[in-house]
Structures are given as structure tokens and as C-alpha cells.
């Protein structure tokens, strides 16, 4: 990638043409526009749904939403299978859960019936890298009050850890984690964390990567803390997990609503919300690159959660890194209250570094909005090869965007 490697000195020739030159030149490289370069190319309506999750795995995108899907690079559908399906799909839900493992495995995990109060059922999918599926829709839960946040760590062997939240014997919809291990042999329940780390209106993300389990988690009051957990897979895995708590939480205020992604080659980058702001961190060789959690993004605007809601992803090596966020937009509301509070409209912002984070472009928009749902509906990004992909929510169907780093 060619960035600007010399300031040449128009001011050394005597003609006026090249002076005007030069001082073109400071006035764009000062205003960081990149000449034609940077671009996004949105496509609307890429699959059916409002929640949903997605990974990337070996040049296609694994979606769960609506149903399964898988897509090519340029957003076509090659494979989908409306039987595996996730059923509560309002912008309050939550979003289902996906992950792939390194074999070629698939996984998901949907919810269907119930209600919030008494929970859902939830359903366990696998597939092969043959597109066979060796289990469809399992139930391995009962409906557990307030069950509805889920997760998967998908494990390089073809099998998976799957947790949920359950509230059980916890107050002010605090929750504790209820953690699954999917094998050949089924789904065994694993017991659950004897703390809460968390509550049900700030989420929750897990991922897997080379042997690790990370996980984490929001718990907004009532001081506002961000948890994070890394622990090996294997013998004793929750109480390992468990016992790695730490508290990285940055800035002030409400904290809430992590992500966290690995590319291909281990680096993991995640973010979370810190009042109107997003804090961010990079993952090298299984430990946090930074002491302290860096601000990505401010000034994200004013809602009835107040939590900065954001997304990241990273290439390959880690260099380079795609960040977005959520501003708030009351002003597009028509003074509707109910679309205030609850961020309906959100302007999806963005900004990137090409060296791993030391430095940022400005904070730019894509010119795109969401219904956040009261930050249950947060898009999400992945990346394949040199493009990252974003995926948001637009009445009930999944648009993308697709953004490339050039690489001359």
C-alpha cells in the first residue's frame, strides 16, 4: 500500500503552476481525502432479517438470521437452508449466534417460541464442510426466563461451547452465563458461572481462537464494568474461565455491548461502549497488546442507554483495522420520543488505520442508518482478505457494504 512517502517541494521551481501545485496538494493531504481511493459499495436486502450474526471462513460469509445463509464476496447467495431458522427476529430480540471451525464445521444456535419473560427455547444446528447437516434444530435448553442472548465458540476440531444468559435467582436483570459443550457424543450442560458479570440489556460476545476461549461481557451497573475472559478449552474450562475475570473497563459512565473478532491469522482486535464513546484493544499471541483499552470513537450522541455501540474487524498481520459506530440521530426522529430513546436511527460512522491502530483517519460516514434497537440490533463487520464487509438491519432485511484498502 503506497501511502504518502515525501512532500515534494514545489517551491524549489520558480514557475507559478507548480507553487499552485504544492498548495493544492497541502489542501487535500491536510483534509486526509484519498483521492478516489477509499470507497464503499452497498448492496440492499443481501438476505431476509433483522437480527442475525455472521463470520467469515475461507472466501464466503456464514450468516445466521431469518435462516442460514451462505454468500459469496459479492453478496450472492450459494447455499441456504430455510429450515434452520432462528424465530425471534424483532429489532428487541437479540441477535442468534454463528460460528465455523477451522475444519469447516458449522454451527448455530437460534431461538424460537416463548416470550422474553419466560424465555425461549433454543436449538442447536451442525453442518459439515460437505453441507451436510448432522444436526438440525436439537433443542438442548427449556425455556429459561430471559434466555435470549446467546453465544458459540467454535473449536478448530469441528466442535463447539454454546452459552446463554439465565437470570435465575438474579436481581435487576443481572445474569449469570450457562455454558454447553457440543460433541460427537451431544450437547452436555456444563453448569454456570457463580457470578454475574453481566446484565441482559448490555450483551455479550464469545469467540474462539488458536486453543482460547474469550468472552465479554457488560455489566453496566452499578459502577459500569467491561469483563473479559480467556481461558483454554479443555478440563475444568468455565472455572478456568471464570477465575481469568478482569475488569478492562475505560472512560466513564454506562458500560455495555462488546465485540470482539479474530482474522485468519490470530489477531484479535475488540471494542465496547463507554457512555457516548468506544473503547477499543488488539489481541496479540493470546494476550492484550495495550495495558489500557484506547478510545475509538466520542461524541456518538445521547439515547436512553447512552452506551457507545460499535463493531471491528482486522486483515490479516493485524495492520490494518476497520471500526464502526453507531451516532445517534434524534433529530431524524420527528420528535417520535419512542425513536429517541431507543436509538431507531443510527447513522453508521467509520474510521481505519493502516498501522494497527497507533493511527486513525477521522471519524467519516457511510451515509447508511439502522434501527439499533434500544442497542440489541448493532451491525456487525468481518473481512476477507483486503475488504471488509459490513452488515446492518433495514426492515427486515440484511444490507451490506463492502469496503477495500487498496493495496497500491
Not at 507559478?16 to 483521492?35: R, V
Not at 417460541?113 to 434444530?137: A, F, M, V
Not at 457424543?185 to 441482559?200: A, D, P, W
Amino acid at each position: 500500500m503506497k501511502v504518502f512517502n515525501y512532500i515534494p517541494n514545489y517551491f524549489s521551481y520558480d514557475k507559478p503552476k507548480y507553487k499552485i501545485m504544492y498548495i493544492l496538494f497541502l489542501f487535500f493531504y491536510g483534509l486526509n481525502i484519498s483521492f478516489g481511493q477509499e470507497e464503499w459499495k452497498f448492496t440492499n436486502g443481501v438476505v431476509e432479517g433483522n437480527q442475525f450474526d455472521v463470520v467469515s471462513f475461507k472466501n464466503k460469509l456464514y450468516i445466521i438470521a431469518a435462516h442460514y445463509y451462505e454468500l459469496d464476496t459479492l453478496g450472492n447467495i450459494v447455499f441456504e437452508d430455510n429450515k434452520i431458522e432462528d424465530l425471534r427476529q424483532k429489532p428487541m430480540d437479540y441477535e442468534p449466534a454463528i460460528g465455523v471451525s477451522k475444519n469447516g464445521t458449522v454451527h448455530t444456535l437460534t431461538r424460537e417460541g416463548g416470550s422474553w419473560n419466560e424465555g425461549h427455547i433454543l436449538n442447536y444446528s451442525k453442518k459439515d464442510s460437505t453441507d451436510n447437516w448432522l444436526i438440525r434444530n436439537m433443542q438442548f435448553s427449556e425455556p429459561v426466563k430471559r434466555n435470549y442472548v446467546v453465544g458459540i465458540a467454535a473449536l478448530d476440531n469441528g466442535d463447539a461451547y454454546l452459552v446463554h444468559t439465565d437470570p435465575t435467582g438474579q436481581e435487576d436483570i443481572h445474569n449469570l452465563f450457562s455454558f454447553y459443550e457440543a460433541t460427537p457424543k451431544g450437547i452436555q450442560g456444563l453448569g454456570k458461572f457463580e457470578t454475574s458479570y453481566s446484565r441482559l440489556d448490555a450483551n455479550f460476545q464469545m469467540r474462539y481462537n488458536n486453543g482460547k476461549v474469550y468472552l465479554l461481557s457488560g455489566n453496566p451497573w452499578p459502577n459500569g464494568s467491561i469483563w473479559y475472559f480467556n481461558a483454554l478449552v479443555g478440563t475444568d474450562f468455565i472455572n478456568q474461565l471464570e477465575a481469568s475475570k478482569k475488569d478492562i473497563s475505560q472512560g466513564i459512565g454506562r458500560k455495555s455491548n462488546p465485540d470482539i473478532t479474530f482474522n485468519e491469522d490470530g489477531t484479535g482486535i475488540y471494542s465496547y461502549g463507554s457512555f457516548q464513546s468506544v473503547y477499543y484493544n488488539l489481541i496479540k499471541k493470546g494476550n492484550r497488546l495495550y495495558t489500557k483499552d484506547r478510545l475509538l470513537f466520542s461524541d456518538l450522541g445521547e439515547w436512553h442507554l447512552s452506551s457507545g455501540l460499535s463493531a471491528v474487524s482486522s486483515l490479516s498481520g493485524g495492520e490494518i483495522i476497520m471500526a464502526i459506530a453507531l451516532k445517534s440521530r434524534p433529530d431524524l426522529c420527528n420528535d417520535d420520543e419512542s425513536c429517541k430513546a431507543k436509538m431507531n436511527i443510527g447513522e453508521i460512522v467509520y474510521k481505519y488505520s493502516i498501522d494497527g491502530g497507533v493511527h486513525w483517519t477521522d471519524t467519516r460516514s457511510t451515509q447508511k442508518y439502522t434501527n439499533a434497537g434500544e442497542g440489541r440490533s448493532i451491525p456487525k463487520l468481518v473481512a476477507i482478505n483486503n475488504t471488509f464487509y459490513l452488515f446492518y438491519s433495514d426492515k427486515g432485511k440484511l444490507d451490506m457494504g463492502k469496503f477495500s484498502i487498496p493495496n497500491d
